[in-house]
């Protein structure tokens, strides 16, 4: 059986394209395709993932100039023909402002940047990306940012509570939604989000950082599973 | 004929987004002793020269290119003056 192709997009300032790289390709059968800004190739890819970092220094606003790339707009193209697309941390803000996911970023409550571990759990496990967890897991996943303070008007987020596009919340050790467990300021605890039709998820956390033994936590793998196994038809 | 025209953009944060930044420059004020001080929002101040025949040609762009890239209208409002460079 052919490999699943995901392909990596690397933005000039991308900085977890190669950890993000590194977790895709410990998967057997699945083969990582790294994808330039300035391409209009999706090279055959399945999935696409937008990795974290800084794409275009962050100026302007965190990933603001990044969805204008050449590269977004073939991804674009492909998330609204019901491909799966993955946003984590600066892939989440460029999806924000793509309009693929409705909301958006701003600093962190506390003004820091943050770079931690935390503790998120799944809130809907029937999507292609969480099938492979369970609603009372409670998983330990780095965060790495400095505006991931999730913000959307009220009707939106009715509207996210209401189709189950809430993917994963910050929460305590024990799975509690609490405010002391809440990084960041985000509305409701809001770690990440789907869209309605339920391909395109973008998460603060990374779960690529949480994928092997040697770095703390192998939590972040099940995503990607959860993703590969749904390519794969399995 | 073109002329240059310069659109003179502000951006600022929706009232209802707490600005962090703001609060910190207000925090060292105060620090500072200036008890009076009420409140601080910063915002983002942008030149943009256009080179169009018509003042409302380069306007719509001015409005068009802020509601596109320039801001992010979920947080921030922006407001515009144009000028014609002499």
Redesign the interface.
């Given at each position: 059986m052919a490999d699943v192709l995901v392909g990596v997009v690397v933005f000039p300032g991308s900085n977890c394209d190669h950890d993000t790289e590194y977790a895709v390709a410990s998967f057997e059968g699945v083969k990582p395709v790294m994808l330039w800004h300035n391409e209009h190739d999706l090279k055959g890819a399945q999935a696409i993932i937008l990795p974290g970092g800084f794409s275009y220094g962050d100026y302007l606003r965190a990933g603001s100039i990044a969805r204008f790339s050449p590269i977004m707009q073939e991804v674009i193209e492909f998330a609204r023909k019901g491909f799966p697309v993955l946003g984590i941390c600066n892939g989440f803000q460029v999806l924000l402002e793509s309009g693929l996911l409705e909301g958006a970023l701003s600093r962190n409550r506390d003004k820091k940047f943050l770079c931690t571990q935390t503790t998120i759990k799944p809130v809907n496990c029937s999507t292609i990306f969480t099938s492979r967890y369970k609603e009372d897991d409670v998983l330990t996943i780095p965060i790495a940012h400095g505006e991931g303070n999730y913000f959307a008007p009220d009707e939106v987020i009715e509207s996210l509570e209401e189709h189950d596009q809430i993917a994963f919340k910050y929460t305590d050790s024990l799975g509690e939604v609490t405010e002391a467990a809440n990084p960041n300021g985000s509305l409701k605890n809001i770690a990440g989000i789907i869209n309605r039709q339920g391909n395109v998820l973008g998460l603060m956390p990374h779960p690529e950082r949480a994928s092997e033994k040697l770095l703390g936590s192998v939590d972040g793998r099940a995503l990607f599973e959860s993703l590969f196994m749904h390519i794969a038809g399995v | 004929m073109k002329m240059p025209y310069t659109a003179k953009i502000k951006v600022t944060?929706r009232r209802s987004?707490?600005?962090?930044?703001g609060?910190?420059v207000e925090h060292a004020l105060k620090n500072l002793g200036y008890g009076t001080v009420e409140s601080v929002r910063i915002g983002?101040y942008i030149e943009v020269t256009i080179n169009e025949e018509e003042q409302l040609q380069a306007e719509r762009i001015a409005n068009e290119i802020s509601q596109k890239?320039?801001s992010?209208p979920?947080?921030e409002n922006y407001s515009l003056e144009l000028e014609l460079v002499k």
């Open positions: - | 944060l987004i707490l600005d962090v930044q609060k910190a983002k890239l320039l992010n979920v947080m």
